[in-house]
């Protein structure tokens, strides 16, 4: 199902972007070193973790529309697909006849619309660039890998809305450097921060927020 809604969000992307006749199509992917904030609803602290989970990476892959509005300015549309991922260290549990140990990487899938304002300053075929954006998202899935003993068990599950908000928004910015190789090609890399404004797990008692840094690359195709 989710391929289906990525590659209908992307068709119409592509259409749209078929349909002008400036701006530039880009191709990107990205990744990312990924989190978890936990938030105690009633003091507004952050749970402590016991230093139990660590960050793991994850990824993202879309395209985007790029329209130049003024000298250096660019607005930016597209369609993403993100799997941000944690996970927890080893731990072990006295068992019969032996100690057991167990860890997992969990992982949430999101189609994601990033929205976002770039500046650009140019220096002959290179061009630094600052940009700012929301990322509006729809949850998928939840994936979760449970390793006891050393050994693999993966269960996929679509949480309910009264566990995971189905809908997210959150925001990022990045820095980065582009380069144009042609008069209609222009190829990029730059860091990102991000992290969701709205919680991704809110269950009454506590509120989860993803956050990552990462590194984007992309390639954009004039129109």
């Not at 954006?133 to 449970?146: A, D, F, I, R, V």
């Not at 919680?199 to 129109?223: C, H, R, S, W």
Request: glycine letters at 8%; a neutral charge; hydrophobic letters at 40%.
């Amino acid at each position: 199902m989710k391929a289906g809604i990525f590659t209908s969000m992307i068709l119409m992307l592509t259409t749209f972007c078929a349909a002008q006749d400036h701006g530039f199509l880009e191709f990107n992917g990205s990744i990312d070193y990924g989190y978890r904030l936990h938030f105690s609803d009633a003091d507004n602290s952050i749970f402590q973790t016991d230093n139990k989970e660590v960050p793991k990476f994850g990824y993202r892959l879309g395209l985007a529309y790029n329209l130049p509005v003024k000298e250096n300015l660019v607005l930016k549309a597209g369609a993403r697909f993100v799997t941000a991922r944690y996970k927890t260290k080893e731990v072990q549990i006295l068992g019969i006849p032996m100690p057991e140990t167990f860890r997992s990487i969990i992982a949430y899938d999101y189609l994601e619309v990033p929205l976002a304002v770039r500046l650009e300053k140019p220096v002959k075929k290179w061009k630094s660039f600052w940009e700012l954006g929301l990322t509006p998202s729809m949850y998928l899935e939840t994936t979760q890998k449970l390793y006891r003993n050393g050994e693999e068990g993966t269960y996929t599950t679509k949480e309910s809305k009264e566990v995971v908000n189905q809908f997210a928004l959150g925001g990022y910015v990045s820095h980065g450097i582009l380069y144009k190789i042609h008069e209609i090609v222009q190829i990029y890399g730059a860091l990102a921060l991000r992290m969701n404004f709205s919680p991704t797990l809110d269950n009454g008692i506590a509120k989860e927020y993803l956050m990552n840094a990462g590194f984007e690359m992309g390639v954009q195709l004039g129109l």
